[in-house]
């Protein structure tokens, strides 16, 4: 049986455009099926829409080729800061403090915006990956050789894999039959950007606070990214206020360690919960990103965690390919879903502890929480693992790329 490609990819987000071009740098013949119009985001201007990137994952878009462009625009993180905080009164005391000198492996992370990722990927693809955007897929079927897109203008796509990289509510995913667990948080995250009067010295900060924790994180200059957790009630009134008075409920839980804040761009929100595919891969189906585990953003962990899943697919169908056998049999996807599902449900539910963990003023709790995280701080060999969790240091084995090798 012909067929127009190898894989076809369901969403031209972040997750699927690395994948494809992860793919069809070693050759394989790679469509990504966009629902967003050409280019949509890659000419935007400045909106504070920005992700927090772990070392591990800097080592993919290096290996990718596509670092050297984007360095110039990321702001690297050299230490982080979590403390308990208390509305209307900042940051308290902080409990844990990770520096970048720990691990000797740079900065702990860099923040970069959306604009400029989505741009590189865009142009990356150009010439290597086909992409249709302004489409999406809204149907598949599967035979025993290969399986057929079908796209929302009629048109069909035949692959030997289909890759669902369309977020927590994949249709790929349903139509697969892959059912997901999970729960509401309760919780909005109130996202935007803020420009401050001091300089953030590449340090970011999360306060824990009984209603949702709140993260700053630093951009390039004298802003930083604010991702906001309230309650689904709170979130809404604050949502709905204007710039003006949205600042003013803000600064007393930020705090004045930066001095004077203003709105740098404009603001965003959306419900947060917990959202876990129960399999990976299904008959000629692999889902990567928020398909396969839509996670609390309390650790800046979602690309994190979906680049993880890149790096892993990748390197299983690539090798698989090599070896003449068939992408898209059961016994190649039973080996990404073995290295990946494991590794990602011990992250997403340990985001999930730690957030039901510090939300919540019950006296008992808080103590024994303070003894915790004072004996992490404590002992070097504890903050140092934590650190390599979170920088994407710790997955074992390590994928080819997440270590910034080639495929």
Known sequence: MTQDFDIVIAGGGLNGP??????????????VVDPQPARARAGAGFDGRAYSLAIASVRVLRALGLWDRLAPDAQ???????????????????????????????????????????????DAMEGRVTTLPGLSVTGQEVGPAGVTAILSNGRRLTARLLVGADGRGSGVATRAGIKRQGWDYGQTALVAAIDHALPHDGIAHQYFMATGPLAILPLPGNRSNVVWSETAANAAAIAALDDGAFLEVLRPRFGDFLGDLSLAGPRFSYPLSLSLAERYAADRVALVGDAAHGVH???????????????????????????????????????????????????????????????TDDAAVSGLRALGMGVVQAVPALRRGFMRQAAGLAVSPMPRLLAGQAL
């Open 18 to 31: 690395t994948l494809a071009l992860a793919l069809a740098q070693v050759g394989l013949r790679v469509a």
């Open 76 to 122: 690297p993180i050299h230490q982080i800061k979590a403390s308990q905080g208390q509305p209307g009164e900042g940051a308290g005391h902080v409990f844990l403090h990770f520096d970048s000198a720990e691990l000797g492996e740079g900065p702990v992370g860099h923040m970069l915006e959306d604009r400029f990722l989505h741009a590189a990927l865009v």
């Open 297 to 359: 953003p309390i650790a800046g962990q979602g690309l994190n965690l979906g680049l993880r899943d890149v790096a892993a697919l990748a390197q299983v169908l690539v090798d698989a390919a090599r070896r003449g056998e068939d992408i898209g049999s059961p016994l190649v996807l039973e080996r990404y879903q073995a290295w990946r599902r494991p590794d990602a449900t011990t992250l997403a539910l340990g985001m999930d502890g730690v957030n039901r963990l510090f939300a």
